[in-house]
């Protein structure tokens, strides 16, 4: 049973880049067919998906962040990363990494990032 | 992009009941529809995938219905643990994947 464990800041100064950082455990991350993605949830608001990336390196990212937005993984870490680039308070939200073959069955908990000064 | 749009945004419903939930794609996304459910201060959890197909430990009470365009949530029979936010997804389109806006489903 795959389990993931995302961390990183919860508070992020505006214009600076916000990083978290999301370990899978309980099985490899070179696994056939997933995608490890990271999704996020403004407070009160629904879920956008904002990019995904396969164990080979190949990357999907939402044209919405597109410019924003950096996804890497190590494989040797079992881990894959989310780097999003000058954040304004648009950006607080709760960040999901999540894994799966095209929909999401595997979550992490979730990292409330609030981005003030 | 694709637009997911679900109704009703909030749904009142008795326990024992049967609650239907519905979310319809701004163009065909095939049989590539997900519905989760959402609990306070959870993550998501997958409850259908393939828009029919149960999730791994889902129980038989939830089903999915529909492809192209229209799909359907139901759950036959409410238990208390069921009162929750359910959202679809498409994966037809990946750029971007996009979620529906959310259905509450509250206790009538």
């Known amino acids: 049973q795959l389990q993931l464990q995302d961390s990183g800041p919860g508070l992020v100064k505006p214009s600076e880049t916000l990083s978290l950082t999301c370990t899978v455990s309980?099985?490899?991350?070179?696994?056939?067919?997933?995608?490890w993605g990271w999704i996020r949830q403004p407070p009160g608001k629904g879920l956008e998906w904002i990019g995904s990336?396969?164990?080979?390196?190949?990357?999907y990212y939402n044209p919405s962040l597109k410019s924003r937005i950096t996804i890497s993984v190590d494989t040797s870490k079992n881990q894959f990363s989310l780097k999003l680039s000058s954040v304004t308070a648009a950006d607080t939200a709760v960040y999901y990494c999540?894994?799966?073959?095209?929909?999401?069955?595997?979550w992490g908990q979730g990292t409330l990032v609030t981005v003030s000064s | 992009e694709i637009v997911m749009t679900q109704s009703p945004a909030t749904l009142s419903v008795s326990p024992g009941e049967r609650a239907t939930l519905s979310c319809r794609a701004s163009q065909s996304v095939s049989s590539n529809l997900a519905w989760y459910q959402q609990k306070p201060g959870q993550a998501p959890r997958l409850l259908i995938y393939?828009?029919?197909t149960r999730a791994t430990g889902i129980p038989a009470r939830f089903s999915g219905t529909g492809s192209g365009t229209e799909f359907t949530l139901t759950i036959s029979s409410l238990q208390s643990e069921d009162f929750a936010v359910y959202y679809c997804q498409q994966y037809n389109n990946w750029l971007p994947i996009t979620f529906g806006q959310g259905t509450r489903l509250e206790i009538k």
């Open positions: 990336i396969y164990y080979s390196g190949t990357t």
């Open positions: 393939g828009a029919s």
């Open positions: 999540a894994g799966g073959p095209n929909f999401f069955d595997y």
């Open positions: 309980g099985g490899s991350i070179s696994r056939t067919s997933y995608y």
